[in-house]
């Protein structure tokens, strides 16, 4: 099973980007997926999650606003958008999934069983 996340890169204060996570080894579309981001010298953090069926999000309260999580199921694809991005956003972004099916959205990292390699994203001012 692998996590797969791409779309990083250097951006402009105030630029966009849109993150991928394509998931192969197994399905997810019963499954909760995330994103959470770790910066350089700081702890890791939720960034948004999603539900199996993409009718509930979650995101946390610096990006709210800004970014939206969404799926294509039959893709086996997670997506972040990112716009109006912050110098404060710079961080390795790191998609995961709950093993479980048909859990319930959190913020919690011990709740998701797989995690990707991490994309690099850095957004200068």
């Known amino acids: 099973v692998q996590l797969q996340a791409s779309g990083g890169g250097l951006v402009q204060a105030g630029g966009s980007l849109r993150l991928s996570c394509a998931a192969s080894g197994r399905t997810f579309s019963r499954n909760t997926m995330g994103w959470f981001r770790q910066a350089p010298g700081k702890e890791r953090e939720f960034v948004a999650a999603?539900?199996?069926?993409?009718?509930?999000?979650d995101y946390a309260v610096s990006v709210k606003g800004r970014f939206t999580i969404s799926r294509d199921n039959a893709k086996n694809t997670l997506y972040l958008q990112m716009n109006s991005l912050k110098p404060e956003d710079t961080a390795v972004y790191y998609c995961?999934?709950?093993?479980?099916?048909?859990?319930?959205?959190?913020?919690?990292?011990?709740?998701?069983?797989?995690w990707g390699q991490g994309t690099l994203v850095t957004v200068s001012s």
């Open positions: 995961v999934a709950d093993s479980a099916f048909f859990s319930e959205v959190t913020d919690v990292p011990s709740r998701y069983e797989y």
């Open positions: 999603i539900s199996s069926s993409g009718g509930i999000t």
